[in-house]
């Protein structure tokens, strides 16, 4: 008779643990979040923005190989501490010279440049101008691209965006949409026809179109498209809380909190919110997939992250044109990155609907 006192939190993880979708997709995005916080740690090029300009190799095939010699730079780099170097990274100490051969000569090392494939050329610096460990060879797993940065390092980067645009815009439309749905629902009346009415006029405008338009308004760059994803997705929300409150406000302990004189916000807040939270996870983590989608989109048409930070969609934005040429790894990498972030939110709301036994929230 055990069963009989399982707690329905217990329930709801064996059967979110029992999905054969919903744990992958956990663990990718688990993964995903990991490899955003410390990103700067685990990416080759640790500059910010991983935006460490070698034009020398640009556009090399994945697996590209070649020795670097570093060189220190005029200007002097304070040293970052792990905070700082974990939110921005670190300034390059040294500047990266691709060379083909290197010797030492008295107090000189003379080596040859790295220009293009097949062509080099004689150069000579002082040794004292070099580090310590003087030329370090370098493998760049999924190749460069035409500026000659690391993939893998802008990829990994990138994951911040797409990972912070679906929070803040989630966050962004479930306070908006919770609030407004809420008031509907409960209220009804001239509140709700007011609120119907906006739902509807936004609903009918294309998501595109509309990101474009608030774009316009608050202007490009960082910020500006996770407010602009936001501000577009609080509709489903919206619509998903007034159906949900309708269907509860009329429920007998919520007659009872009227009849005990509760104010109508501590009723919503404390008595009929927390009754939804199941179908609001849910469209949250499909809200989730969509954000990094869209935010995708505008930053490939150059209306969202502006250069030189690594946005996936910028990164395809910049790269596509290899598809059919000699490199297509360029442009399906964040491809690919965006593709299985995507799945992975799909599939844990997939998992989070069937173990809260919600209906029609997705």
């Known amino acids: 008779m055990v069963h009989l006192f399982r707690r329905p ?15 992958p997709g956990l663990i990718l995005i688990c993964c995903a979040v990991l490899l955003a916080v410390f990103a700067y740690f685990l990416a080759p090029d640790h500059s910010p923005n991983a935006n460490r300009i070698i034009p020398e190799i640009g556009s090399k095939k994945p697996g590209f190989n070649i020795l670097l010699l570093k060189v220190k730079r005029d200007t002097r780099i304070e040293e970052s501490g792990f905070f700082e170097r974990m939110i921005n990274g670190t300034e390059d100490t040294y500047t990266y ?8 000569k008295k107090d000189s090392i003379i080596y040859q440049k790295f220009v293009d494939e097949g062509i080099t050329e004689r150069k000579a610096i002082a040794s004292s101008l070099s580090a310590s460990q003087h030329c370090i060879s370098t493998t760049f797993y999924l ?6 940065r690391d993939i893998l390092s802008r990829l990994i980067i990138g994951s ?19 609030a407004l749905g809420s008031l509907a ?24 179109l509309l990101v474009f338009a608030i774009t316009l308004v608050l202007g490009k760059g960082f910020w500006q498209v996770f ?17 949900q409150v309708l269907s509860i406000r009329e429920l007998e302990y919520v007659e009872a909190a009227r009849a005990l004189g509760y104010q109508p916000g501590r009723i919503i807040f404390k008595h009929i919110l927390p009754n939804i939270l199941g179908p609001v996870m849910v ?29 996936w969609g910028l990164m395809i934005k910049e790269n596509y044109n290899f598809i059919i040429t000699h490199n297509p790894m360029l442009a399906l990498a964040p491809g690919i990155a965006i593709m299985l972030l995507v799945l992975s939110f799909n599939l844990l709301g997939n998992g989070l609907r069937d173990a809260l036994n919600v209906k029609g929230a997705t």
Do not use: C, H
């Open 185 to 208: 629902g409960y209220f009804g009346g001239r509140i709700d026809d007011i609120i119907t009415w906006l739902i509807n006029v936004i609903w009918s405008i294309p998501t595109l």
């Open 283 to 311: 469209i949250s983590a499909g809200n989730f997939a969509s954000a990094i989608v869209i935010e995708a989109g505008l930053s490939f048409l150059g209306v969202g992250v502006q250069p030189p930070q690594p946005s």
């Open 97 to 104: 010279i691709p060379v083909v051969s290197y010797s030492f």
């Open 9 to 23: 939190k217990s329930v709801f993880l064996q059967r979110l643990f029992k999905n054969r979708g919903a744990i």
């Open 160 to 178: 911040r965006i797409s990972l912070e645009v679906g929070l803040i815009a989630v966050l962004i439309s479930l306070t908006i949409g919770i």
């Open 143 to 148: 190749g460069t691209d035409k500026f000659g």
């Open 227 to 243: 407010i602009a994803v936001g501000l577009t997705m609080w509709v489903n929300v919206a619509r998903l809380v007034r159906g």
